[in-house]
């Protein structure tokens, strides 16, 4: 066996699944259909492909898990459009999206006032100590991409929400108003899955992996700004960064 054969989904032992042949059929199809062409209909596929539409099934459910399909109910399953690519780095949501050409915007699911408990440590405050929660749905072209919830020191960032309209950058009102730079940051990710109530703000399956990014945000002078935990859907953004040695 090859190394490509390796690399192309063959394991060592050579037997493939039926779906995944299926799968590899498909990528190609999606891509001599381009973005936005309905699939044909499971019964002419299944038909095309030899297969039974339980093996098709799995195939596309894969694919629609991936990304690289979407299905509307009542209208049929459709070529996604490519995954939005946003940098890891301190800049702003906001920027990063309008740089690539697409409107970001956000919604204001939650605004509280709640003891630091747990986070005062990742805060430097009082565990007793309030912080601010602000919860908001990140929006890219108006579809939901993320979920975002920042906890800012209340002592610190009491009056945030006064005259600030919370569908913008957070970042920018931090800086224009209080004069502060977001200058480091320590972030962890991994792979979950949402909470219903998640799922539902989010307009996804909860069976749907998604990209938990959780963040403890620092000034220029290494005193915490913000604690913040995101989930973005995993079909339908990335990251990329680079490393240098």
Same mark, same amino acid.
Request: glycine share 8%; no cysteine; aromatic share 6%.
């Given at each position: 066996?090859?190394? !490509?054969?390796?690399?192309?989904? #063959?394991?060592?032992?050579?037997?493939?699944?039926?779906?995944?042949?299926?799968?590899?059929?498909?990528?190609?199809?999606?891509?001599?259909?381009?973005?936005?062409?309905?699939?044909?209909?499971?019964?002419?596929?299944?038909?095309?492909?030899?297969?039974?539409?339980?093996?098709?099934?799995?195939?596309?459910? *894969?694919?629609?898990?991936?990304?690289?399909?979407?299905?509307?109910?009542?209208?049929?399953?459709?070529?996604?459009?490519?995954?939005?690519?946003?940098?890891?780095?301190?800049?702003?949501?906001?920027?990063?999206?309008?740089?690539?050409?697409?409107?970001?915007?956000?919604?204001?699911?939650? *605004?509280?006032?709640?003891?630091?408990?747990?986070?005062?440590?990742?805060?430097?405050?009082?565990?007793?100590?309030?912080?601010?929660?602000?919860?908001?749905?990140?929006?890219?072209?108006? *579809?939901?991409?993320?979920?975002?919830?920042?906890?800012?020191?209340?002592?610190?960032?009491? !009056?945030?929400?006064?005259?600030? !309209?919370?569908?913008?950058?957070?970042?920018?009102?931090?800086?224009?108003?209080?004069?502060?730079?977001?200058?480091?940051?320590?972030?962890?990710? *991994?792979?979950?899955?949402?909470?219903?109530?998640?799922?539902?703000?989010?307009?996804?399956?909860?069976?749907?992996?998604?990209?938990?990014?959780?963040?403890?945000?620092?000034?220029?002078?290494?005193?915490?700004?913000?604690? #913040?935990?995101?989930?973005?859907?995993? !079909?339908?953004?990335?990251?990329?960064?680079?490393?240098?040695?």
């Amino acid at each position: 066996m090859t190394v !490509d054969a390796v690399r192309g989904g #063959v394991p060592e032992h050579g037997r493939v699944p039926k779906y995944y042949t299926v799968k590899t059929q498909l990528q190609n199809l999606l891509a001599e259909l381009g973005e936005g062409a309905l699939l044909p209909a499971e019964r002419d596929l299944a038909a095309a492909y030899g297969v039974a539409r339980s093996t098709l099934r799995q195939a596309i459910s *894969e694919l629609t898990m991936e990304g690289r399909l979407r299905a509307h109910r009542g209208r049929g399953t459709f070529v996604a459009s490519p995954k939005l690519i946003q940098p890891l780095s301190l800049s702003s949501y906001t920027e990063a999206l309008r740089e690539m050409g697409h409107v970001p915007s956000r919604r204001l699911i939650t *605004e509280e006032r709640l003891p630091a408990g747990s986070l005062a440590g990742d805060l430097a405050i009082d565990p007793a100590d309030e912080v601010l929660h602000l919860e908001r749905v990140l929006l890219a072209d108006d *579809e939901p991409l993320g979920l975002e919830s920042t906890y800012l020191p209340a002592g610190r960032f009491g !009056d945030l929400m006064d005259g600030w !309209d919370a569908t913008g950058s957070l970042y920018r009102h931090v800086a224009d108003r209080y004069r502060i730079r977001y200058a480091q940051a320590t972030e962890r990710i *991994e792979t979950v899955l949402a909470s219903p109530r998640e799922a539902q703000l989010l307009n996804t399956n909860p069976a749907q992996p998604m990209l938990l990014m959780q963040r403890v945000s620092a000034d220029q002078d290494g005193v915490p700004i913000e604690r #913040v935990r995101s989930l973005y859907r995993g !079909d339908r953004i990335g990251f990329v960064t680079r490393l240098t040695g």
